[in-house]
Structures are given as structure tokens and as C-alpha cells.
């Protein structure tokens, strides 16, 4: 175990025994804060071209996005079919998990369609199942939470009322309530149809 949490070590080479007192050179986290300095202008830089590989996704994942919130909208920008290309071969372990708790945190009605998508696109990778068994308590409970967001938003909400005026506006309106309706019930099949996938 000892040697997994050194990995990140180097061993020191003979000129740097000789440096100052105080200076600790294997220590990484030590210069870090003048390293974020330096390259907070290329992360900005870097975030504004969506990630081609699973590389370059984990790399902006990992080191340019900071809370729930810009992972969040990473996910929203990426949209479930690039997702599903980046992540065609495997998905990493934990990232999963990492997902449906950022979606589940950050989920708001405008966005169900494209958490769908998203959600869609995940469960089209490979080795899908195993990430599946692979989920920790907590990755499964956001999981149930966020499918139980997905279910109430697509029972509730949306409908506009008949507008009150001529017939044709009423055969409208009720023609827009139709589709609505349709559209919900599709919406919620795909749902039932993903809450299976992710074994909710």
C-alpha cells in the first residue's frame, strides 16, 4: 500500500542533496499553487474545445473542472452522444458513479431532456454492466435519486392551459396538449426503459 501512495516520488539524484535547507523537492504539492497561477490561463484556454478522447476528457475532468456545478454543465456541453463515442471502448472506473452524482446534484427540469441523452449515451459503452457492479452504496443511492428526479419531472409540469378564445385556438391548444402528453409518455418509457439499464 505504501507503495502505491509514493508512486508519484522520484528518487533524488546526487545534485539534489545539495539544495537549500527547507526546500522539499519531492513534494509536488508544494508548488502547486504557483503552478495554478501560472496555467489558470491555459485551462480557460484548454475548456474552450470540448475533449475528442477519453484523454483529454480525463484530463479536463480531473484538473480544470473544480465543483459539481462546471462538471455539470462539462456534461450538458459534451451532450450523451459525444459521451458515448468518448467513452466507446470503456468507461473509467468511478466515473460512473462520479456522473450520476453530479447529475443528480445539478439536474433542473429544462435540462431532463439532455440528463436523458446523457444518460443514453452512457449506458451504450462497453463493459457497462461491470461499472455498474462496480458502483459504491452512495453512487448507487444518487442513481435512485436521480431516476426518482427524472420520473417526477416527467409526470408533472408542462401542461398550458386551453387558451379561451375561438374554436380553432381550442382544437389548437388541445392539439399542443396532445402532443405534450405523447411526448411525456415516450419521454417516460425511455426512462422505465434507462432505469432498467442502470438496474434502479
Not at 504557483?34 to 496555467?39: I, L, P, T
Not at 466507446?88 to 466515473?95: C, E, I, K, P, V
Not at 444518487?142 to 375561438?166: A, H, W
Request: contains cysteine; aromatic residues 6%; hydrophobic residues 35%.
Amino acid at each position: 500500500r505504501d507503495i502505491v501512495l509514493a508512486s508519484h516520488l522520484k528518487p533524488l539524484e546526487r545534485k539534489d542533496k545539495a539544495a537549500k535547507k527547507g526546500t522539499v523537492l519531492w513534494n509536488p504539492c508544494v508548488t502547486r499553487a504557483k503552478r495554478e497561477e501560472s496555467s489558470s490561463v491555459e485551462i480557460a484556454q484548454e475548456l474552450h474545445q470540448l475533449p475528442g478522447t477519453s484523454a483529454e476528457f480525463y484530463r479536463d475532468w480531473r484538473r480544470c473542472l473544480k465543483n459539481g456545478k462546471e462538471k455539470y454543465q462539462f456534461l450538458l456541453k459534451l451532450e450523451g452522444k459525444a459521451l458515448g463515442r468518448i467513452f466507446q471502448a470503456d468507461l473509467g472506473f468511478g466515473l460512473l458513479g462520479e456522473f450520476l452524482t453530479v447529475l443528480a446534484e445539478n439536474m433542473c427540469h429544462e435540462d431532463r431532456a439532455a440528463v436523458v441523452q446523457i444518460l443514453q449515451g452512457l449506458s451504450s459503452t462497453k463493459r457497462f454492466g461491470l461499472n455498474l457492479d462496480l458502483l459504491s452504496e452512495a453512487e448507487k443511492e444518487s442513481g435512485r435519486d436521480l431516476f426518482r428526479k427524472l420520473q417526477s419531472m416527467s409526470t408533472s409540469g408542462g401542461s398550458s392551459g386551453e387558451p379561451s378564445g375561438p374554436t380553432d385556438r381550442e382544437t389548437e391548444g388541445e392539439a399542443q396538449l396532445l402532443s405534450s402528453s405523447l411526448q411525456k409518455e415516450t419521454e417516460g418509457e425511455i426512462v422505465r426503459e434507462l432505469m432498467k439499464r442502470y438496474q434502479v
